[in-house]
C-alpha cells in the first residue's frame, strides 16, 4: 500500500519542483507568478509530507485527490511557462488575467484536499480532536467524503472511533442504496470485516450490521464474499457473544436473499451447522449429537459411546450401568422450550432420539456394535471413556459455553434469525436442504413452530415451505426427509395441520404452500388436509383462498399418483359447491387456480353424481369461453379434457335436458 500511493505522489511532486522553477524566470505577469510559486511551495511541502506518511493515508481518497492536483500543477506549468516568452513569442502569446486567478483558485484548493487527506488518515492517537470538515474536493459529492472519512476512521483509529464510524456507515446505507454502493466500491468491507473480527461487541454488531446493509445487490455481495465475510461471520458464529451473533445471522440472510450464488460460500464454511446449533440449543436437548455426526460420526455411534462411558463391570465382569448416569442420560431429553408438562411433540422428540440411536446412518441395525461394545475390557473402558468424555467437551463447548446466561429475548431473536438465514441459504439448494434435513433442524422447526415466539414461528414456517418446495423438485429429498413414517417428518406435517385447521395466524399461507409441496409424499388414506383445505376455499381473503386452490391442484394434479383418490377426497368435502362461485366471481388471482383444479375434478372423476348435480359441465362450458380464463394452453387443453370426459360420463337426462 505505501509503495503505491508513493508511486502516485511522485508524479505531482516532480510537476510541482518545476512550477516553482519556472516562475522564477518569468519575464512577464511576474507578480501573478511569484504568487503561483508561493501556492505551489506550500502544497509541495504537503505532498511530500504525504509522501513520508504514505503508510497511513487511505489509498481511495488519495487517488482522487492526486489526480485532481496532478491536473492543477501540470496547467500551473503551462501558464508560467508562457510568462518565459520571449520576443516575437511574447508579443503573440495572449493571457488572460483571469487564467492567473482560476490556477490561483484551483491551487488552493489542492492545498486543502491535500491538508484533508494528511488530517484524515492520521492515527488517532495523534490527531486533534478538530473537527475536519469537508475538503473542497466535497463540493460535487459531499457524501462520498464523508464515506471516506469513516472509512479512514474505521482503518486507524481506536476500537471505539471505530465502532461510531461503523455506525455511521450503517446510517447510510440505510437511507440511500447508492450509499451503500459508493462505501463497498470505496474500500469499506474490509476494514468493516476487520472491526467484526477484532472489535469490541457494539463495534462487532455496527459492522455486522453494516455489511448486511451493504449485500443489496448481487456485485456487491460477490465483492463482500470474495473479501472472507464467510469465515469471518463463521467463526463468530461459533465463539462471538450471542447478540453480535444475532446480527450476524441476519447479515447472512440478507447476504443469501440478494444473491443465491453465495448460499454454497457459506456452507463450505460450516455456516448451516452452526446456524442448526443455535437453532437447537434450548429446543432440543440433543443438538450437540448434529455437531458430532456431522464429523464422519452417527448418531448411534454418539449414544453407544455414551453407554460405554457410563458402565462398570459387576464381579462377574458383565457391564452394568450406574442407575445415577442412568437418569442423567434421560433427562438430556427433556421437554422443548422449558420445563413444561409432556406433550405430544415431547413424545415426538423422544421417539426420534430413540430410533436414531438404534440405527446406523444408512438405517441398519447396529447388533454387531451392541456385542462389541458390551464387554469391553477394563483398561480400554477407562481409556475411551476418558477420550470420548474430552471430545465431547471440547464440541460443545466452543458452541454453547455461556449460552444458557443469554436473556431469554436474545436468545429467542437468535433462534428467529438463525431460522430466517437458514430460510434464505437453503432456498433453490438441493445441497444445503439434504444438509439440513439430515441434521436435526425439521424437528428444532417442528418444535418451535409449536412453542415458538411469534416471529421464530414465521421464521421457521418460512423455512420449512423452502425447503419443501425444493423437496418437491427432488423426489431423492422428497423421499429422504419427508417420508411418512419419519417422526421428524410427521411432526412438521401435523404442526402443519394444526396451522391450517386454526387458519387465523400469519403462518398460514407458508403452511399451505407447504403441504402443497408435499402433496406427492402422502398416502391415499393420508386425507386429513383435504377438508381443512377446502374449508379455506369458502369466503377467505384472496391470498388465502388462491394458496388454497393452488395447494389442492397439486393434490389433484396428473402428476400425483394418487389423483384419483385425492380427486374423489375434493369432492366429498365439498369442494365443487366452494369452487363454481369462486370461478364466476372471484377475482383473478383465485379464478384461475379454482377453474384448473375444477377441470382436474372433471377429468379424473367424470362419473361423480356430485359433479352432475352442481352443473359442473355447465361451469366449463362457460369458462371455455372466457378470454381471461383460457389465455394458458395448458389451461386450455385441461378444460377441452375434461369437459370432454364429463359429457361422456354424464348424462343430461338425470337434469331434465332433453
Known sequence: MADIVKQILAKPIQLADEVIKWSDGASSFRQDCLEIKAKTEKLAGLLRQAARASSDL???????IIDDTEQVLDKALTLVFKCRANGFRRIFTIIP?????????????SIGDVSWLLRVSTPADDRDDEYLGLPPIAAN???????????????????????????????????????????????????LLKLAKEGRQEGQENAARAIGLLGRDPESVEHIVNSGVCQVFAKIL?????????????????????????????????????????????????????????????????????????????????????VDEDKQF????????????????????TNTVAMKSSMNPKGK????????????????????????????????????????????????????MAARALRHLCAGNITICRSITESRALLCFAVLLEKGPEEVQYNSAMALMEITAVAERDAELRRSAFKPTAPAAKAVVDQFLRIIEKADSELLI??????????????????????????????REPEVTSEAAIALNKFASSDNFLHINHSKAIISAGGTKHLIPL??????????????????????????????????????????????????????????????????YQSRGSKGYH
Open 141 to 191: 459529492e459531499p457524501i462520498l467524503c464523508l464515506i471516506w472519512e469513516q472509512i479512514a476512521i474505521l482503518c486507524s483509529s481506536t476500537l471505539e472511533e471505530r465502532a461510531d464510524a461503523a455506525a455511521s456507515l450503517v446510517s447510510l446505507a440505510r437511507d440511500n442504496d447508492r450509499y451503500g454502493k459508493l462505501i463497498v466500491e470505496e474500500g469499506g468491507v474490509p476494514p
Open 330 to 349: 434421560q433427562s438430556q431429553i427433556l421437554h422443548p422450550m422449558g420445563s413444561e408438562s409432556t406433550s405430544q411433540m415431547h413424545n415426538v422428540v
Open 365 to 416: 441395525t447396529t447388533q454387531h456394535s451392541h456385542e462389541n461394545n458390551t464387554k469391553p475390557t477394563h483398561k480400554n473402558s477407562k481409556t475411551n471413556h476418558q477420550q470420548q468424555h474430552k471430545h465431547h467437551f471440547t464440541l460443545t463447548g466452543n458452541s454453547i459455553k455461556g449460552r444458557e446466561f443469554e436473556d431469554p429475548a436474545t436468545k429467542a431473536e437468535m433462534k428467529a
Open 58 to 64: 487511505y489509498e481511495r481518497p488519495t487517488r482522487r
Open 510 to 539: 407458508p403452511s399451505i404452500r407447504s403441504i402443497g409441496n408435499l402433496a406427492r409424499t402422502f398416502r391415499a388414506t393420508e386425507t386429513r388436509f383435504i377438508c381443512p383445505l377446502v374449508k379455506l376455499l369458502d369466503d
Open 238 to 322: 461459533k465463539e462471538g457473544h450471542m447478540s453480535v451473533q444475532v446480527v450476524v445471522a441476519w447479515a447472512v440472510s440478507e447476504l443469501a436473499a440478494h444473491h443465491p450464488k453465495c448460499q454454497d460460500h457459506f456452507a463450505q464454511n460450516n455456516t448451516i451447522r452452526l446456524l442448526v446449533s443455535h437453532l437447537a440449543f434450548e429446543t432440543i436437548q440433543e443438538h450437540s449429537k448434529y455437531l458430532i455426526s456431522k464429523q464422519n460420526m452417527s448418531i448411534h455411534t454418539v449414544v453407544m459411546a455414551n453407554s460405554n462411558s457410563n458402565t462398570t463391570k459387576n464381579g462377574d465382569g458383565s457391564a452394568v450401568r450406574h
Open 583 to 648: 370461478i364466476y366471481f372471484g377475482e383473478q388471482m383465485v379464478q384461475v387456480p379454482s377453474f384448473v383444479l375444477l377441470c382436474y375434478l372433471a377429468l379424473h372423476v367424470p362419473d361423480s353424481e356430485t359433479l352432475a348435480q352442481d352443473d359442473v359441465l355447465i361451469v366449463l362450458e362457460w369458462a371455455t369461453k372466457q378470454a381471461n380464463l383460457m389465455q394458458d394452453k395448458e389451461i386450455e387443453t385441461l378444460a377441452y379434457e375434461g369437459k370432454k370426459r364429463l359429457e361422456l
Open 97 to 109: 488575467a483571469a487564467a492567473f486567478r482560476k490556477i490561483s483558485q484551483q491551487l488552493e484548493n
